[in-house]
Each structure stands twice: as structure tokens, then as C-alpha cells.
């Protein structure tokens, strides 16, 4: 299958620090684009017949396409995965939580080599066209989802409407049909208690805050997932502009915090990140919401040059490694809550000793 090695491994691009920009606050930037097939129903009104019918025509629709990356990217239906590797597809960010659900030969997946480009098919819409990017990335991310679009269009109709836009199942995403967002990693502001002054007026703004997989799940480990709400009224660059200058905003203000975190309460952090390393290196069990917030000390400890002998990206992979269907695969095994949380622990220690041994 073409995207074994996105089933098989933990690490995936975008996990990548080096290549981030600001990547010390921003672990991620993604941008997805609803689209919908004109005089074709949405997807929660298609049967098995004419759902395949939306994917053959995306399928024609790319390997027609002149664009490389566009034909390059392979196509998985659900019915050729297992719950377990749907589960693994959304813990990286592949597919949504809703998505995963479903066991069916007319929903699935076009996604390229490192999981930077992917289509979802027939989730909500017909197609959600995504980039997903390391560090602050917004206008790369844009690019190329508007490039993709662009391509696709130039052999499929959208439903489209003068006034509205793009018209999609959820009227939260019509107009644009844009979601950008980005994860980032706040624990200074965390631990000083400045994170609800800075999300206070968020929703003001026309952007929200989620935990890590998105809306209805909750922030865990200081990792916070910020992105607009507004579809509509706002252009696509306006969209990724506002985003982006909010995101710096928070950047700055949670670097002077971490720097006076440093200047001030040296003793107190190094006590505290010292421990979530010993924890991570020596424990036998390990809960989830432990693990995240253990590892998220441990990578404040990196970003402020207090630990160097562990890489971040080794952290980003341990946020997807630790999640229940990727401990289950790695055993070959379905596990109970307990079951997890020992095999938590070994691959904690697993993959942070094997990316030290190559720093």
C-alpha cells in the first residue's frame, strides 16, 4: 500500500524543527480548503454508489492534472484500513477525528510521501484540500492548497455561489471555505497564568482556540491549536494574514516570559524540567496526560538551551508516538488503558535515547 510508511512509522514531516520557522513556539501550520462538487449532493446524503462517484472523479481529476505533486499523491479508501490505522491517520493529523469513523469503500484519503498534502474524501465535503507544514508556515501552506486547487479546478466544477462563495455541508465554512491553524506550544505562559489575558478577546478577533486534535478536544501538555473562525466576509490571504500576525504576537509574549522564567526563576526551572526528564527516562508506567505534560517541560527545557543532548522534533514524534492506536500498532496488539500506559513508558524511552544517540 502507498502510504505504508505513514502507517508504520511515527516521525512525519511535520514534525521537522529544523525546517520551522519559530519553531521553538510553533510546532505545526496547517491550512485546508472545503470544497464541494456542484450539482452533487453532500456527502451525508451520498449512498455507497454515488459516493464512489466523488472519488472517481477526484481520481480522474488528478491523474488528468499536469502538476506533479497533485499525480503523485496516492488515494486509500477506508474500507482498505482497519479502524486501528484510521485511528493513525487522525493522531497525525491526516484525517479528523470524524473522519476516522467511518468503514467505507467511498471515503478516504489522497495524501503524498511525508503527509505535507492531503485530501480528505467525502468527510463533511467532498474534498478538504490540506497543507500541514513544521513552524510558522501559513503562506507556504496557503500556496500550496490554493495550488491544488487551482489544478483541481481546472477539471472539476465547484458549488459555488456569487455572493457566498464556496458553498459547503457546514455553513460555519462557507465563503472561503478556509481553516488555517496553528499548534503552539505556550508553557511559559501556562505557568505564569497569562494564557486566559491572552485568549481572553481571542473570539473578538474571529479565532478560537482548541486542544490538539481540534474542536471538542481538549488542551493537553500546553499545546494549544489557534485558528479562525470566519469564513466569511475575509479573503483567503486575509484569513492566513490575521492569523499570522496574531501568532507573532503570542510568539513574542511567550518568549520575554520564558526569558524571564530564565533570569528569574533559574533554580525552580531547571528543578522542574530536570524532573520531567527523570520521569520520561526512568518511569515504568506512564498515562497519557502525564507523559504530555512531562514531555512538554522536557521540550521547554531544549527550547531554552537548558537540555542539548535531545532533539524537539524527537518531542513532536513523542506527542503522536504516545497516542493509543500508535502504541497498539508498535505491539502488534490491542491493549487495555494499562497496557498502554506500560508500553507508554518503553517508547518514551525508546525513541528519546535513539534520537540522542544521533544528535
Given amino acids: 500500500m502507498g502510504i505504508d510508511p505513514l502507517l508504520y512509522s511515527t516521525h512525519v514531516g511535520w514534525m521537522e524543527t529544523k525546517a520551522g520557522i519559530d519553531a521553538d513556539v510553533v510546532i505545526s501550520s496547517r491550512v485546508r480548503l472545503a470544497r464541494n462538487i456542484d450539482n452533487i449532493p453532500f456527502p451525508h446524503l451520498l449512498n455507497e454508489n454515488s459516493g464512489k462517484g466523488v472519488i472517481e472523479l477526484i481520481t480522474k481529476a488528478c491523474e488528468q492534472s499536469g502538476y506533479e505533486p497533485l499525480r503523485a499523491m496516492q488515494l486509500v479508501t477506508f474500507d482498505q484500513l482497519s479502524e486501528l490505522d484510521r485511528m493513525i491517520l487522525m493522531e497525525k493529523h491526516l484525517i479528523s477525528p470524524q473522519h476516522a469513523r467511518f468503514n467505507s469503500s467511498h471515503r ?35 500556496r500550496q492548497v490554493q495550488t491544488l486547487d487551482d489544478e483541481l479546478e481546472k477539471q472539476l466544477t465547484w458549488a459555488f455561489d456569487a455572493q457566498r462563495g464556496y458553498l459547503t455541508a457546514c455553513p460555519t465554512n462557507v465563503g472561503t471555505g478556509m481553516r488555517a491553524s496553528v499548534m503552539l506550544h505556550l508553557p511559559g505562559m501556562a505557568m505564569t497564568a497569562q494564557i486566559n489575558r491572552i485568549f481572553h478577546n481571542i473570539g473578538q478577533l474571529g479565532m478560537t482556540v482548541r486542544g490538539l486534535y481540534g474542536e471538542g478536544t481538549e488542551v493537553l501538555g500546553n499545546f494549544y491549536q489557534l485558528s479562525n473562525q470566519v469564513t466569511l466576509g ?26 524571564s522564567l530564565k533570569q528569574g526563576m533559574i533554580y525552580q526551572l531547571h528543578d522542574r524540567i530536570g524532573r520531567a526528564y527523570g520521569l520520561l527516562s526512568h518511569a515504568r508506567i506512564m498515562s497519557s496526560n502525564e507523559a504530555l505534560t512531562l514531555l512538554s517541560d522536557l521540550r521547554l527545557g ?25 502504541l497498539q500498532k508498535r505491539a502488534g496488539q490491542d491493549m487495555d488503558a494499562f497496557g498502554r500506559d506500560i508500553k507508554r513508558a518503553e517508547i518514551i524511552k525508546e525513541i528519546l535515547f535513539r534520537k540522542n544517540t544521533q544528535s
Wanted: include cysteine; charged fraction near 20%.
Fill in 234 to 259: 475575509l479573503s483567503e490571504e486575509e484569513i492566513c494574514h490575521n492569523l499570522f500576525l496574531m501568532t507573532r504576537q503570542i510568539i513574542e509574549q511567550e518568549r520575554m516570559v520564558r526569558e
Fill in 302 to 326: 531544549v527550547d531554552l538551551g537548558l537540555i542539548t543532548h535531545i532533539q524537539a522534533s524527537a518531542i513532536n514524534e513523542l506527542i503522536v508516538a504516545i497516542r493509543p492506536a500508535h
Fill in 108 to 142: 478516504g484519503l489522497m495524501v503524498n510521501s511525508d503527509g505535507a498534502l492531503s485530501i480528505m474524501i467525502n468527510e463533511e465535503d467532498h474534498l478538504r484540500i490540506q497543507g500541514l507544514l513544521p513552524g510558522l508556515a501559513l503562506e507556504e501552506c496557503s
